[in-house]
């Protein structure tokens, strides 16, 4: 091939490139523009709650914004039960540790006598947890220590294929909030990182998270029983002991905030007043702060419960809501569907 016939060809195919590249650029171009065109939150009803949420989003990630922030320090806390899915009528991980103590129940004849285990057995939660904290504290223990944590985590996703809601019928793990969903989508595409930071077990969470949340297993923060490494075991484990090691709830959700994520929240979201401490931590710092609770305000689509409720009530977030600058969500006003399933 002569030299200038060379040169025309490496032309060609030079301009050919260009012009794909161009191409690309504008298909990209377009893309980005069609997608930031579309509604980030879609189940979500126009109105405060949502312009407020996309508002904070957009000074807080605007470069030139005063309230720029800083992706390595977009940390957004979400409690688990009542935020991100259903709680009621009892907290999922309950029902897990029913159901495992009745498959457990033909290993211990003695607890057809012994309680917490002979009210589980018979039915009646109300005798079983006679003793409160002490009584769950004592049914946790039995059936989320003593055993590896690969067998834990094989018990919970069994748990998680078979168990279903007994309102619903649906699997716990199909239980959660499409509106949260898309919260969690949204901030994730705008730099932020979302954690879960919730009471229930931090291995319980774990297994199923990141399938249900799009949340990575380093991404949960929760309660927790001690743990050790056996290396006389072959091949060597880690085994779960029946001992609380951590109460990830109330004012431990910060000191829990510090030691698994290491840096304040900018951004968090709760239900009850298990969540105040976290919600205090996150909004009394410097900066832009944004702090909201979900109020469970729809029989119908779900349940309806917040201000002295006994097991998740929502009086502290209530009270304070105005004096930090919360946001309340009004889950029957605000969001258009709850669970992903609905039509």
Known sequence: MKFKSYI????????????????????????????????PLPSWNEGNAKKSIIDFVTKTT????????????????????GTLWTEKPLPFQLYFVIDQIK????????????????????????????????????????????????????SVTNWMATATHPKTGKHYNEMVFQPMLELLDYLRANGYKTFIVSGGGI??????????????????????????FDTIASPP?????????FNDDKLG??????????????????????DYGMMLYT???????????????????EYEYGRGDKLAGLNKGLDNALKYNWLIVDMKADWKKIYPFDK
């Not at 910060?254 to 009850?272: D, L, M, Q, W, Y």
Request: charged fraction near 25%; aromatic fraction near 8%; include cysteine.
């Open 103 to 154: 498959k457990m129940a033909p290993q211990h004849p003695e607890w057809k006598d012994q309680q917490p285990f002979k009210g589980i057995l018979e039915g009646d939660l109300k005798a079983a947890l006679a003793d409160g904290n002490k009584s769950l504290e004592t049914l946790i223990l039995e059936t989320h220590g003593g055993m590896t944590t690969d067998e834990f985590d094989k």
């Open 283 to 301: 909004t009394t710092g410097s900066g832009p702060r944004f702090g909201m609770y979900i109020h469970h305000t729809d029989p119908d689509r």
């Open 253 to 274: 959700k910060p000191v829990g905030i510090h030691e698994h994520i290491g840096k304040r929240p900018i951004f968090t979201a709760g239900n009850s007043d298990g």
């Open 8 to 39: 025309t060809v490496l032309l060609i195919a030079a301009a050919t490139v260009l012009l794909f590249s161009f191409n690309q650029q504008q298909s990209r171009t377009e893309t980005l523009t069609t997608t930031a065109s579309k509604d």
């Open 237 to 245: 484990a880690l085994v779960k002991l029946k001992d609380i090691n």
């Open 62 to 81: 605007k470069k030139g914004s005063a309230a720029f922030v800083p992706v390595a320090d977009r940390i957004a806390c979400f409690d688990n039960d």
């Open 203 to 228: 291995d319980f969470m774990r297994v199923w998270a990141e399938k249900a949340y799009g949340i990575p297993p380093y991404q949960v923060v929760g309660s927790s029983t001690k743990v050790k």
